[in-house]
């Protein structure tokens, strides 16, 4: 697939909601409503994933009813696995393998259609890979401004942003009729996933034609914890060198913990590390419990996907290194020495 321009994306949009007149959604007035949520909910291979309840905490922060939506194929397992997620009025669910990998193509004019028979107010997702590629579209369908990795609830019609790699914190208002909104997954602890009775509805499905089609996709399978979810993280930068030592010293320290691995965009752009494991503001956003990094030097970019950990370990050789300004615990040394003698002790 090209890369899209949000212009190009904005056109395609634009044309799809042209072909399809029945998709229109009808203007009413945001002050004569009670917040309603449709929480736009993620599955993977027929799996559940549990992070993106994060949206359903939001909506629980905006009082008012909470719908869920899951599509794909065979789904009405997982609508009743999320059923029993605590807050969660309806679960509404549409089977179509078509839905499966959630191409924003399809996906989107599905969710037009079932916004409109719900009218709901907010649509809320995970600023997810999922989120951030879906939402955009809709918004373009729904002709609204979405509202982006919010971490926080004022009001119905207000909300709190991080920008320039959370230097600064803006607070938006909107006053468009239905607010599509994707949610920083650690602002928004998920709900109990057990003593929720939701109901099941089957949605509507409008199987809109698509001009994109999923060819295929190269995954690396790993044994470790999502590090997007993960309760502790182990991640290396630059001062590892080369792959070979990221190899040879990460993955039996994360072993050692339990942890996810991830890693500074430095080690990523160098070879050492995966792109997927990459943290920081073109990254991934984590909140582990704790985070310990090695041969990271703690550029704002870098802290901007790991600051809201709760304890920050870390180990430099440089003593004024600017991660030593955001750790809890800072060892300054060699890494080289330090991995191996901290991997050795955790083990016994
Ligand atoms: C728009 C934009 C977006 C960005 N997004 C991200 C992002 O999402 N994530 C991200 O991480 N970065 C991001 N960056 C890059 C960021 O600015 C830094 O360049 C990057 O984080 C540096 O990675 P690093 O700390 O691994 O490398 P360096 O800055 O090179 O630091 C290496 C550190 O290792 C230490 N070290 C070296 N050898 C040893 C040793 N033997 N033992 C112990 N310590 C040692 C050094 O003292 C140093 O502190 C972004 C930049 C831009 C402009």
Known sequence: MLPATRSSILRAARSQLRQSQSTALPRYS??????????VLEQKDGQFQP????????GTKLG?????????SGVKSVAEEIGKAKGIEKVIYVEN???????PENYAPLLVENIKKGGYTHVIAGHSAFGKNLMPRLSALLDTQQISDITAIESEDTFVRPIYAGNAIMTVQSSDSVKVITVRGTAFPAPETEGGSAALEEGVDPKAESATEWVSEDLQKSDRPDLGSADKVVSGGRGLKSKEEFDKLMPPLADALGAAIGASRAAVDSGFADNSLQVGQTGKNVAPQLYLCAG?????????????????AAINKDPEAPIFQVADVGLVGDLFEKI????EKLKQ
């Open 296 to 312: 990271i030097s703690g550029a704002i970019q870098h802290l901007a996907g790991m600051k809201d950990s709760k304890v920050i």
């Open 64 to 72: 008012g009813s909470i719908t869920a939506f899951v599509a794909g």
């Open 340 to 343: 191996p003698e901290l991997t």
């Open 97 to 103: 393998n078509a839905y499966d990998k959630g191409l």
């Open 30 to 39: 945001a002050s004569a409503r009670f917040a309603s949520t449709f929480a």
């Open 51 to 58: 992070a993106s309840l994060a949206a359903v905490t939001a």
